[in-house]
């Protein structure tokens, strides 16, 4: 891993030492002892704390088997020249793989938990592709059934408690019409008898409605007041009402308890539906569900490409190279189909934030993210025949990590490579290529107080570095012998570090002042985004060579419907 010079090199001027250095064979030679040029900057046996620097200026960490050559400063075992890398076939392989469904279920606001609730009090939808929409629900196969429709272009949903709007507020009681009805239109015309009526389809039967009171007692009145048979009816907690934006008229509503959830699906003839809702615009259909019954899960369901066109242009820039924005795509979409049914507990199968992938729905959509999604439409990352978990992030710094180093799971796709393709990045696209920190034992011993270290100021530190030379294991004591052991991803977390790549020294100038220089910023599992930028910009690579490249052993398949 590069070092920033300028704190580096007045270190090295004041040592002189012999270490590996690769012949012309390009074998390492037998390290020699360390010499120090003043007779006090003695380093201990640990090499760890030295640092080489090459012919052409490049510094590394001597420790994390690097050694000098005529070029620079290379690391033993990997070519300094990213032009002699092994790089992967660009080519088609042949592949298929079987999808269950094309379709995806988006939490745009949702209940998770207290601390993960962006659920909504009333959520509004306008046309502005379209016009109109249709009322209904979507089945366990996930094909829409349509209920009935609305020439209206601006709707807004509200659960069926007494809710406030731009025009008054929605009460949760009515008058329900003694008969059933066979069909959407009968109740609706049955209901248009009244001025405030409308249709409602509860629990698999349709009905005609009147009214929307605030209590029971104020739809008794109107009841007698109109001379209306029938009962006073309010739904139960999964019931959700459709209103005329700005008003409280009820246009209509909807309740099946567990079995569905009201779906809206935008009309437009001879082109592609676009809906406003919250300032985005979206392909697709809406569904709304109570899974906490005062407030409305909002879902977006749509076809994966669609969802991958959403995703793309907020999760990478679309002005970046063809190639990478392609090998993004792929990520996207492999790793959508992968968590299908992950939040299914709550009404959907990804979030819209960066609890799964960022998705924004067609806002943000560039010509070059369109064309990279259909370019790739229907392929996906593969191992073995399934889908891969593909795992994405912005750089690594110098080296990707196993799964199981950083999360939990071993993936045999997801292994650690030195990654030398960001280095040609500059670091004004780049801002996190490389980066220093300096923490006094005191900060430190702060900053890990959150996870249940309970010590002194820290003095000393051990990392442990993987293959890839990013750090895996960190035991941080303080001069008691408290201590503490830091795995996996908290080896960035704890310390408030942008990735797992990065050296960490005790100064010289003072006891208790820890050093860390590093670069990268994220989790450094799977495909780094500034490495697929390199890869396409500066070495001309095709998206399945990036994808190859950062995911070993993968296909690059085709999808067919199961």
């Not at 088609?92 to 079987?98: A, I, L, P």
């Not at 109570?290 to 407030?295: A, E, I, L, M, T």
């Not at 292994?415 to 290529?433: F, H, M, Q, T, Y």
């Not at 100064?507 to 990268?520: K, Q």
Request: proline share 3%.
């Amino acid at each position: 891993m590069k070092q920033t010079k300028n704190n580096i090199l007045p270190l090295i001027l004041s040592i002189i030492f012999s270490v590996s250095v690769i012949g012309a064979g390009g074998v390492a030679a037998a390290a020699g002892q360390i010499y120090v040029n003043d007779g006090q900057n003695v380093l201990g046996s640990d090499i760890n704390s030295a640092y080489a620097i090459g012919g052409n200026g490049d510094i590394s960490v001597v420790g994390g088997a690097y050694a000098i050559t005529g070029s620079g400063v290379q690391q033993i075992g990997q070519s300094s020249n990213s032009d002699t890398v092994n790089i992967p076939d660009g080519g088609e392989d042949g592949t298929t793989v079987r999808v269950g469904v094309n379709t995806i279920r988006v939490g745009l606001y949702y209940y998770y938990s207290s601390s993960r609730n962006t659920a909504l009090s009333t959520a509004s939808l306008e046309n502005k592709v379209g016009s109109g929409y249709q009322f209904g629900y979507y089945d366990s196969s996930r094909v829409f059934r349509v209920l009935g429709s609305t020439p209206e272009t601006r709707l807004t949903m509200v659960p069926n408690i007494n809710t406030a709007v731009l025009g008054g507020t929605v009460g949760c009681y009515h008058i329900r019409l003694p008969q059933p009805y066979g069909d959407f239109e009968a109740a609706k015309f049955a209901a248009s008898q009244y001025a405030d009526g409308f249709p409602a389809y509860i629990n698999g039967t349709y009905y005609a409605m009147v009214g929307n009171y605030q209590s029971q007692s104020a739809a008794n009145s109107a009841r007698a007041s109109l001379g209306i048979g029938g009962e006073i009816f309010t739904g139960s907690s999964r019931c959700v009402a459709v209103t005329r934006t700005g008003t409280t008229k009820i246009l209509f509503e909807f309740e099946c308890g567990t079995n569905a959830n009201l779906a809206i699906h935008p009309l437009a003839n001879n082109t592609k539906a676009e809906t406003w809702f919250k300032g985005e615009t979206y392909y697709g259909d809406f569904e709304y569900l109570r899974y906490v019954s005062d407030k409305l899960t909002v879902v977006n369901i749509l076809n994966i490409e669609d969802y991958v066109k959403g995703v793309l242009p907020v999760e990478m820039s679309p002005s970046w190279p063809i190639e990478a924005v392609k090998a993004q795509a792929l990520c996207a979409r492999s790793y959508a189909a992968m968590n299908i049914g992950s939040y299914s507990k709550y009404g959907f199968d990804l979030t819209a934030d960066t609890y799964s992938q960022v998705y924004k729905g067609t806002s943000r959509a560039t010509a070059n993210s369109d064309l990279a999604v259909d370019a790739t439409q229907g392929e996906y990352v593969t191992y073995n025949g399934s889908i891969c978990n593909t795992f994405f992030f912005s750089s690594d710094g110098g080296g990707t990590e196993n799964s199981e180093n950083i999360f939990t799971a071993v993936l045999p796709y997801c292994r650690g490579v030195i990654d030398p393709w960001e280095a040609d990045v500059p670091e004004d696209i780049n801002s996190r290529k490389s980066w220093h920190y300096e923490f006094t034992g005191a900060q430190l011993a702060s900053k890990l107080s959150s996870y249940g270290y309970s010590g002194g100021d820290i003095v000393y530190a051990q990392p442990t570095y993987s293959d890839t030379n990013n750090v895996i294991r960190l035991v941080l004591s303080d001069a008691s012998g408290n201590s503490i052991t830091l795995t996996k991803i908290n080896c960035a977390n704890a310390l408030g570090l942008p990735s797992v790549h990065y050296t960490m020294q005790q100064s010289a100038g003072g006891p208790g002042l820890f050093v860390i220089d590093g670069g990268g910023w994220g989790h450094n599992v799977g495909m780094s985004q500034f490495g697929a930028y390199s890869m396409a910009k500066y070495h001309g690579l095709n998206y399945r060579q990036i994808i190859r490249y950062y995911f070993t052993g993968a296909n690059i398949s085709k999808s067919v419907m199961a």
